[in-house]
């Protein structure tokens, strides 16, 4: 567990993926590969997830960390830890959770906005917590969550753009989960896995250019 968490606060970014087709995972799993996106998430509520998540644990192994997103609550957690998932994304925090995850050894990140559900995150043992959705409140919030809360590991999420996620991590975010504007679901339809993987290039480009 603690291997995952090292491993994404040095790769800094993780791809959400929701309602795609089973068929896609393949492809899709190889483009972001090529770009140097090392975490995914597969969320449950996207068709054909536990089958997702186990095919490409098994393809990937060594080469990426593949997780499962949008996890509610214990039973869905079990679920997802024997199709393999490496780490858990929520975004809620749920004591079964995180505690099935941590029981299991796998990486549990629940989701929070407020300070006191962050350190109510942490009380339950998450060793990061999902600030979701960011969007509302933008890279200046995660800057003043850092004052009172600077031990703890943040993954930001919500309307994270190629474009904004270098603020976010310059602002103290640990790292960031990208969904819909990485994974295109309509160039996906089109067969352009070129156009995806030219945006996860420029996206780790900004990533890597972020002010320390």
Avoid: W
């Amino acid at each position: 567990m603690q291997n995952v968490l090292l491993k994404l606060k040095a790769s800094k970014v993780i791809a959400i993926i929701r309602g795609i087709q089973q068929e896609q995972a393949k492809p899709l799993f190889e483009t972001l590969a090529a770009s140097g996106i090392h975490f995914a998430e597969v969320t449950l509520n996207t068709p054909g997830a536990l089958p997702i998540i186990h095919e490409m644990r098994a393809r990937y192994e060594g080469r990426m960390q593949i997780g499962a997103g949008t996890v509610l609550n214990k039973n869905q957690a079990r679920e997802a830890i024997q199709a393999g998932a490496q780490f858990l994304i929520s975004p809620n925090v749920d004591q079964g959770t995180i505690e099935e995850a941590l029981a299991r050894q796998v990486l549990p990140m629940p989701g929070a906005l407020t300070p006191t559900e962050i350190v109510q995150a942490v009380h339950y043992g998450a060793p990061i917590v999902k600030i979701f959705p960011c969007s509302v409140l933008g890279p200046s919030y995660i800057k003043e969550l850092r004052g009172p809360l600077g031990d703890v590991e943040m993954l930001a999420v919500g309307g994270i753009t190629k474009d904004n996620a270098a603020s976010y991590l310059e602002a103290g975010a640990t790292s960031i989960g990208i969904g819909g504007s990485l994974i295109s679901l309509s160039a996906m339809q089109q067969g352009n896995y070129t156009a995806i993987q030219t945006y996860a290039e420029q996206l780790m480009a900004a990533v890597h250019q972020a002010k320390k």
